[in-house]
């Protein structure tokens, strides 16, 4: 695809669905059987269980989004599910369309761009302020984070490594007691966890991202500020980078 291909690639437009082949219910299986607890927000539940069908690439750019499977499997009304779908809409993930219906939204090149602008505005400034508050006990909290990250990548569990590999970036939050920040970091960052999931079974991404979170230990603990908040932009302009190159943006 040309450059000027790509930067068209848009939203504004559900993918084509051929005749006879309406999405099935079958993704929402996966939802049968889930525990609801009904003394907390349903719809915060169902906005969790929806997200990560599509940041896993269960529910893929262009499918529908059934509003009545989702109700069905997860035994609960379509009120609270209709609300989780617009949280989903307002974060990007989903594009609702008058005429047509619900749709997950395609991995835009723009949107990816944007939350990385973001991300890294508040995790520079997050690691930043880590380094001065740094010691023995979250050095050991962080190397053993990285080892579960490593064991992980070496089992092939992908999805739970993304997840370890937050752990990491949301634990440098946590020293600075700033938790409000990491909120924002994992609202805007839906995009680009869709990303790299495709880019991490690549040869090589998972030993980058734990050499470069070595990296960023190896400043904390030395306390340097600088080297710090440098390693962690290193670190974020490279996955930036290894997703816009693995990632195809579909035609609008």
């Known amino acids: 695809?040309?450059?000027?291909?790509?930067?068209?690639?848009?939203?504004?437009?559900?993918?084509?669905r051929r005749a006879g082949h309406e999405r099935r219910d079958d993704t929402y299986f996966a939802l049968s059987g889930t525990m609801i607890d009904r003394a907390?927000?349903?719809?915060?539940?169902?906005?969790?269980?929806?997200?990560?069908?599509?940041?896993?690439?269960?529910?893929?750019?262009?499918?529908?989004?059934?509003?009545?499977?989702?109700?069905?499997?997860?035994?609960?009304?379509?009120?609270?599910?209709r609300e989780a779908v617009k949280r989903l809409?307002?974060?990007?993930?989903?594009?609702?369309?008058?005429?047509?219906?619900?749709f997950v939204a395609q991995i835009g090149r723009e949107a990816i761009e944007e939350a990385f602008v973001i991300r890294s505005a508040l995790e520079v400034e997050s690691v930043t302020r880590a380094a001065k508050r740094m010691n023995d006990?979250?050095?050991?909290?962080?190397?053993?984070?990285?080892?579960?990250?490593?064991?992980?990548?070496?089992?092939?569990?992908?999805?739970?490594?993304?997840?370890?590999?937050?752990?990491?970036h949301r634990y440098i939050a946590d020293i600075n007691q700033l938790h409000m920040?990491?909120?924002?970091?994992?609202?805007?960052?839906?995009?680009?966890?869709?990303?790299r999931l495709l880019v991490l079974p690549k040869p090589g991404q998972g030993k980058l991202t734990l050499n470069q979170h070595k990296a960023i230990l190896a400043a904390l603990e030395k306390h340097d500020s600088r080297k710090a908040a440098r390693a962690m932009?290193?670190?974020?302009?490279?996955?930036?980078?290894?997703?816009?190159?693995?990632?195809i943006l579909e035609p609008a």
Request: some cysteine; hydrophobic content about 40%.
């Open 181 to 195: 920040l990491w909120r924002t970091v994992d609202i805007c960052k839906a995009q680009i966890d869709r990303g």
């Open 137 to 168: 006990v979250h050095a050991r909290n962080l190397r053993s984070i990285i080892q579960r990250h490593e064991d992980l990548l070496a089992e092939e569990r992908f999805i739970d490594a993304i997840e370890s590999d937050d752990a990491f």
């Open 1 to 16: 695809m040309s450059r000027a291909a790509q930067m068209k690639a848009t939203t504004r437009e559900p993918a084509p």
């Open 89 to 102: 809409s307002d974060e990007g993930l989903v594009e609702v369309f008058a005429q047509s219906g619900t």
């Open 40 to 81: 907390l927000s349903l719809r915060g539940q169902i906005y969790t269980l929806v997200r990560r069908l599509i940041i896993t690439g269960a529910l893929k750019a262009g499918e529908p989004i059934n509003e009545i499977a989702i109700a069905d499997r997860l035994g609960v009304s379509r009120t609270p599910v």
């Open 233 to 247: 932009r290193d670190h974020l302009d490279a996955t930036l980078e290894n997703i816009l190159k693995h990632t």
